[in-house]
């Protein structure tokens, strides 16, 4: 079966600290994988996703960059996180069937939440 | 940009009562939609989904609706239960690898 894992569980960093937290999926091949941020109270915001190794899209300008070194892994990144990066990270998957980029539901990480003070 | 909406951000419904949770989407090429389920400082789960090609898709003790003519979707929760208080958001696959999230509704169940 199909697990992902994501790390740490919470995070609390000064602002101009850098970020790195990671995600790991297991049991399956060539996922695309996805980077969301949730606000307090909010809806979930894509920040990056990715088809394959180092083929990653950006969904908004942000202080953030995302990087896939292997297949499945999927590691969100900051050189310097400021205030407004606070937030819940999650990180997801989707399979590919039969090849094919069917549309399909995203399974998801039990997230991240980091606190920059 | 193109998003997924929803028009309630909170509902409150009586344990047993029937749930009904709305959704908006604004692409009309959008195929295939999804409702998850959040519990706080949780990922969200898959509810249940349904294509395009389709109105309506039943699990068990939920059913979606999907009208295309005016780009709305529905989650019905049958007799609903405390567990089932949490947000509930819908999602929208446009066939380009992206799953874009609506804003969400949190459902109370009261006793």
């Known amino acids: 079966s199909q697990t992902i894992h994501q790390w740490p569980a919470t995070l609390v960093q000064p602002v101009g600290s850098p970020l790195s937290l990671e995600c790991t999926v297991e049991g399956t091949s060539n996922p695309n994988l996805y980077w969301y941020r949730q606000a307090a109270g909010r809806g979930l915001q894509l920040l990056f996703y990715?088809?394959?190794?180092?083929?990653i899209s950006s969904e908004v300008p942000q202080n953030l960059s995302a990087s896939r070194p292997q297949d499945r892994q999927f590691i969100l990144s900051s050189k310097k996180l400021l205030l407004s990066d606070s937030g819940f990270y999650l990180c997801?998957?989707?399979?590919?069937?039969?090849?094919?980029?069917?549309?399909?539901?995203?399974?998801f990480g039990h997230g991240t939440r980091l606190t920059v003070v | 940009g193109e998003s997924v909406g929803l028009h309630l951000p909170t509902l409150s419904v009586q344990e047993g009562d029937n749930s009904i949770i709305n959704c908006a989407y604004s692409?009309?090429?959008?195929?295939?939609f999804i409702w998850y389920k959040q519990e706080s400082g949780k990922g969200p789960q898959f509810i249940i989904d349904?294509?395009?090609?389709?109105d309506k898709r039943q699990g068990q003790r939920v059913t979606v609706l999907l009208n295309k003519t005016v780009k709305h979707l529905s989650l019905q929760i049958a007799a609903t239960q405390p567990g089932d208080s949490a947000v509930y958001f819908c999602a929208e696959n446009k066939a380009t690898d992206k799953l874009i999230f609506g804003t969400g509704t949190r459902l109370q169940v009261f006793p």
């Open positions: 990715s088809i394959g190794i180092d083929q």
């Open positions: 997801a998957w989707s399979p590919i069937l039969w090849g094919l980029r069917i549309n399909t539901e995203a399974f």
């Open positions: 692409n009309s090429a959008s195929d295939y």
């Open positions: 349904i294509r395009s090609n389709m």
